[in-house]
């Protein structure tokens, strides 16, 4: 039997663990105090925006919190089921159904774009997906295709299962949870925005898909319907149009996004 002295050493290494994984845990707007700039944002620009967010919030002079998701997922869904928040930063088909619910106001701007890219997780020297007809041999022979289902990429994925014919004939893991076991020689793609897959370290960056294949990922940023503070919320949003993510936003091999739009 242990000591007590040892089972109490014990007792608080674990609160320390504990304590420290719940301060690394990524933030919720749900979670957020009054005056907090709720956000709710894609994590296609989660590098860019974590980069210039001290500098945003010393731009409006409010704290900001962040929520990273799905767009097409987690966050479509909270805000449908009416979560309150003063800036989205998503993606155009998802603005069009929380719009059509009232969930946002009319102005959306367009503050980013990037391209879809191919990462590679295993041995595979050499992989070509430079055309069409690389790509589908590619990924007919990887041993795993890697995707989100509700993720920027979609309409990507989409495009490239639909024109190559191969939908149902890969080996799809869009829904496995677990990473997918690779024996010697074997190889896995992953479709994720570019932006996804730079800082990811346990893949090779294969570059953007070849333009006959590519759906670019364009991210806009609204204004909650119901927001608290309108005004902190716009002001967010104009700092994300000015120069102080362009930067961040190259780094992670994306575009500032288009005027007009």
């Known amino acids: 039997m242990k000591p007590l002295a040892a089972l109490m ?4 290494v674990l609160s320390l663990a504990l304590q420290a994984n719940a301060q690394v845990a990524d933030p919720k ?5 009054p005056g907090d700039v709720r956000v709710l944002v894609t994590a296609a620009i989660r590098e860019p925006l974590n980069a210039v967010l001290r500098q945003a919030e010393a731009a409006i002079g409010k704290p900001i919190v962040v929520e990273y998701g799905s767009a097409r ?3 479509k869904d909270e805000i449908l089921e009416g979560q ?7 993606l155009p088909d998802v603005d069009d159904e929380i719009q059509a619910a009232g969930k946002i106001a009319p102005d959306r701007v367009e503050i980013a774009r990037v391209p879809v890219a191919f990462g590679l997780r295993g041995e595979a020297p050499n992989l070509d997906v430079s055309a069409p007809a690389a790509v589908k041999a590619a990924m007919l022979n990887a041993k795993s295709v890697k995707y989100a289902p509700t993720g920027a990429a979609l309409m990507t994925v989409k495009k490239i299962l639909s024109t ?11 829904t496995v ?13 992953n479709i994720y925005p570019l932006s996804e897959i730079i800082p ?3 893949v090779k960056n294969l570059g953007a898909v070849t333009p006959p294949l590519q759906v670019p990922v364009i991210i806009e940023a609204t204004v909650g319907k119901n927001a608290a503070d309108p005004k902190a919320a716009r002001a967010l949003i104009r700092f994300l149009q000015g120069p102080a ?3 961040a936003l190259k780094d992670d091999g994306m575009e500032k996004g288009h005027v007009g739009k």
Do not use: C, M, R
């Open 9 to 12: 050493g014990t007792a608080i």
């Open 29 to 33: 707007v749900a979670d957020a105090k």
């Open 73 to 75: 997922g987690n966050l």
């Open 84 to 90: 309150g928040f003063e800036v989205a930063i998503l």
């Open 164 to 174: 190559l014919d191969i939908a149902g004939k890969i080996h799809d893991s869009s």
């Open 177 to 189: 949870q677990t990473e997918v076991p690779l024996a010697p020689g074997e190889y896995e793609i």
């Open 200 to 202: 990811n370290k346990k």
């Open 245 to 247: 993510i362009d930067q």
